[in-house]
């Protein structure tokens, strides 16, 4: 079974009074206890490492672990001697006459190729939704900027969890240096696993490289 998870304030899912890194990692935790069994979980940049703050959490507990296995994809974890890191800016409130007009200022950050435009496309439509005779974006205008873990060390040491550490080859948000630093860090860590020729948003321009990577690994713990 497969089940993909939009975060609080994002997608589909509801709003909240207020967001924050323990929100998103009960986010996730929850849904596991909802499913009623241990998970295999990946995540992807702000998913992983709201992933990686969920496994912390989760080995702190007494209970038996609800992630069982983690894949976390070219996620940026600060470490101290790690300039501060900007990340853009959001505009979930900005509002379209048409969809045409908010289709042509759906992009990926940071810019690269893809594959397939179809991919794009499909993104985009899910991306949006009409209300009130305007065109939104489905992130919560509440929503905070997104900041990367600053406690990088720190919150991986915490991390009891099975834990892959995957990078794309040409990624300008995870080198094989910072990877390995997490994997080094880690408790239970592996990798770190290369997607060759791979950007930051590697399903989007190595999907099939992708895909039987993270196949491998799911098999393989």
């Not at 490492?49 to 702190?60: G, I, Q």
């Not at 976390?72 to 959001?90: E, K, T």
């Not at 949006?128 to 905070?144: C, E, I, T, V, Y």
């Amino acid at each position: 079974d497969v089940v993909a998870l939009e975060l609080s304030g994002m997608g589909d899912s509801a709003r909240r009074t207020h967001y924050g890194r323990p929100v998103y990692a009960q986010d996730l935790l929850g849904l596991i206890d909802h499913l009623g069994r241990p998970a295999h979980v990946v995540g992807h940049s702000f998913g992983g490492t709201s992933l990686v703050h969920a496994c912390a959490v989760n080995s702190e507990t007494s209970s038996p672990p609800r992630v069982e296995h983690a894949i976390v994809i070219d996620s940026w974890i600060r470490f101290p001697d790690d300039p501060v890191f900007r990340p853009g800016h959001l505009r979930p409130g900005q509002t379209y006459e048409d969809y045409a007009s908010a289709r042509s200022r759906f992009r990926l950050v940071p810019p690269q190729a893809v594959a397939e435009q179809s991919m794009m496309d499909h993104l985009a439509q899910h991306s949006l939704h009409q209300s009130g005779g305007l065109w939104r974006w489905k992130f919560d205008p509440a929503m905070p900027e997104f900041s990367p873990l600053n406690n990088g060390p720190e919150l991986l040491r915490r991390v009891k969890t099975p834990t892959d550490i995957v990078y794309g080859g040409a990624s300008s948000i995870v080198n094989r240096e910072r990877a390995q630093r997490c994997v080094d860090v880690l408790a239970n860590g592996r990798g770190p696993f290369e997607i060759p020729d791979g950007g930051h948003h590697m399903m989007f321009d190595q999907p099939e490289a992708l895909v039987a990577t993270i196949d491998v690994l799911l098999r393989t713990r």
